[in-house]
């Protein structure tokens, strides 16, 4: 396996630099930077779009169709129109917790149409780890999947784009994994793009995906590789990182932002002027410090336009400014050669959503029943717990399913179950995660099920946890006092419990915000893998009521 030194590194771009023969600029030099984030294989608009203030009433919000591959390429292609010293980036995330057409082909589809939109160097993100190391440097190399071989309409050549890793160090060699930044010039000044992702990677992955690597500390990363930098002359830095914040404002806005960006940003040096950041799946457009720091949403609903001014004499970066453009589905046409693409793989698709993964002895409604509980969401839960509930897999003690995350039945013809029935249950393609909550916190969060809801949203349990609620009383206090219970046992307030749940959950979705107090998140399988590899075991239809209701 190939790796990059810092020093090794330090002399390609010396190298580099000797070999361009674009003169200097007498004049300042006008860059535009486009950057996205977290694209996760959207090659089709998300569902939803980009929700946003209404333009009409800021009190509300509302939803904008935005985002894709075909709008995306458009919106590219035409901001690069605007100047000829242009670079399109990405802050991680590009692949992993992926929809159907691009999860099949091991997330070919979405390195493809990065490339065909130019994308030039990505930072690495936490779900470029979710299969190992292995395929990340395939994904970035080429090559068929040493398993499944090559799936797609022609053989997979690889990233065209550069993953940067300036925090991954491979443990057997001391190196960084993959380069640490990259170097373009504009009008023959020097512009570096250090690349990397959060430190806590390894806390929020499967184990398997980080063996023998270690992630470094964001800030003191970036702040070592800056003299490097100087050295070669270089004085203007722009940092992707996969970690970011939560804003209170809207996509263009940055009131109240919080999150771990804030304290990197603040510990930079104050070389670096512009950060591009990620993963927290939010719009934001700041000045932390004293410096530019963006974010692009997910999923390719927003593009950022940061435009920059280099001084001719010194290098630097004078001038920094952004704006955060909504990808809108009625705004931008679709681009042909995406739209291309993406019929090639749906073609290839169909055969491998009919795949037959199991049988069951009987459908699985999804209708609730007075209680809230619903088959398929029990059976659904118990698939979670079970792919979470060994040690190394996060040691799981329950597992809780948003009911809005249960699209369909399971109820295939003559019981023969097929991926692409998985799939309509669970459509979201979400990353597990188990978490640490207390008792105390497990019940705030079933009150939260009535509490700012616009209808109950009563979460589906696995097997062995139950409960007793009571619609007489006010909502915040339905929960039966001591009836919640795990494998017999009443709930302990003080003690902690592990506690698996979607991603979509985990973050505080459908308000259930206590969520987001949780302690050591473990990601794991997307949860229609689980799914799947649940009825692959034979599951029974037998429905027992685990949640009960008075009045």
């Known amino acids: 396996m190939k790796t990059w030194s810092l020093t090794a590194l330090a002399a390609v771009a010396l190298l580099a630099g000797c070999a361009v023969t674009e003169p200097r600029s007498t004049e300042p030099v006008a860059?535009?930077?486009?950057?996205?984030?977290?694209?996760?294989?959207?090659?089709?608009?998300?569902?939803?779009?980009?929700?946003?203030?209404?333009?009409?009433?800021?009190?509300?919000?509302?939803?904008?169709?935005?985002?894709?591959?075909?709008?995306?390429?458009?919106?590219?292609?035409?901001?690069?129109?605007?100047?000829p010293n242009h670079i399109f980036v990405a802050a991680g995330d590009l692949v992993g917790a992926t929809?159907?057409?691009?999860?099949?082909?091991?997330?070919?589809?979405?390195?493809?149409?990065?490339?065909?939109?130019?994308?030039?160097?990505?930072?690495?993100?936490?779900?470029?780890?979710?299969?190992?190391?292995?395929?990340?440097?395939?994904?970035?190399?080429?090559?068929?999947h040493p398993t499944e071989g090559c799936k797609g309409p022609k053989p997979f050549a690889g990233a065209k784009f550069k993953y940067l890793a300036a925090s991954t160090i491979d443990t057997r060699s001391g190196e960084t994994l993959l380069p640490a930044y990259h170097v373009k010039r504009f009008g023959g000044i020097p512009v570096a793009f250090i690349g990397l992702t959060l430190k806590d990677t390894p806390t929020i992955v499967v184990p398997s995906g980080v063996v023998g690597l270690r992630f470094l500390d964001e800030a003191d990363t970036v702040n070592e590789l800056v003299p490097q930098l100087k050295k070669q002359g270089i004085e203007a830095i722009v940092?992707?990182?996969?970690?970011?914040?939560?804003?209170?404002?809207?996509?263009?806005?940055?009131?109240?932002?919080?999150?771990?960006?804030?304290?990197?940003?603040?510990?930079?040096?104050?070389?670096?002027?512009?950060?591009?950041?990620g993963h927290t799946h939010r719009a934001y457009n700041c000045r932390i410090d004293g410096r530019l720091v963006t974010s692009a949403d997910k999923f390719g609903t927003i593009v950022t336009e940061i435009d920059l001014v280099l001084d001719p004499k010194t290098g630097d970066v004078v001038t920094s400014k952004a704006d955060n453009l909504i990808v809108r589905n009625d705004r931008f046409a679709k681009d042909a050669a995406q739209t291309q693409l993406i019929a090639a793989y749906e073609q290839l698709s169909a055969p491998l959503a009919k795949r037959v993964v199991g049988r069951i002895a009987a459908p699985l409604p999804r209708a609730p029943n007075p209680a809230g509980e619903s088959p398929v969401g029990?059976?659904?839960?118990?698939?979670?717990?079970?792919?979470?509930?060994?040690?190394?897999?996060?040691?799981?003690?329950?597992a809780l399913m948003n009911p809005g995350g249960l699209r369909a039945a399971l109820a295939p013809a003559g019981g023969e179950v097929r991926y692409e029935d998985l799939f309509a249950v669970q459509p979201f393609y979400n990353n597990l995660v188990t978490i640490t909550l207390t008792g105390a916190q497990i019940v705030q969060l079933l009150e939260q099920q009535w509490l700012n809801q616009t209808q109950p949203r009563i979460l589906q349990v696995s097997r062995g946890f139950g409960y007793t609620w009571d619609a007489a009383k006010p909502a915040g206090q339905r929960v039966v006092p001591g009836s919640v219970t795990l494998n017999g046992q009443p709930l302990v307030a003080t003690a902690?419990?592990?506690?698996?749940?979607?991603?979509?959950?985990?973050?505080?979705?459908d308000n259930f915000t206590v969520f987001r107090q949780a302690q050591a998140p473990r990601t794991g399988l997307m949860d229609v893998d689980a799914f799947e590899q649940h009825i692959a075991k034979g599951v029974t239809s037998g429905f027992s009521p685990r949640v009960q209701r008075l009045n």
């Open 496 to 509: 902690a419990y592990r506690v698996t749940v979607n991603s979509f959950l985990a973050s505080g979705g």
């Open 31 to 83: 860059v535009k930077v486009l950057a996205i984030n977290d694209f996760h294989g959207n090659l089709k608009p998300p569902l939803g779009g980009i929700r946003i203030k209404d333009p009409a009433d800021p009190t509300k919000t509302v939803n904008v169709p935005a985002g894709g591959a075909e709008f995306l390429a458009t919106a590219v292609a035409e901001l690069r129109k605007k100047n």
């Open 99 to 144: 929809p159907l057409l691009s999860a099949l082909f091991r997330d070919e589809p979405t390195i493809e149409s990065m490339n065909m939109m130019g994308l030039e160097v990505t930072a690495v993100g936490n779900h470029e780890f979710d299969h190992g190391t292995a395929e990340l440097l395939r994904l970035q190399k080429g090559g068929c």
């Open 378 to 398: 029990q059976v659904v839960a118990d698939a979670q717990l079970a792919s979470t509930q060994a040690p190394a897999d996060g040691g799981a003690q329950l």
């Open 239 to 277: 940092v992707l990182i996969h970690e970011g914040g939560v804003p209170l404002g809207d996509y263009n806005e940055c009131p109240g932002l919080s999150g771990a960006i804030d304290g990197i940003v603040k510990r930079l040096d104050k070389a670096v002027d512009v950060v591009v950041s």
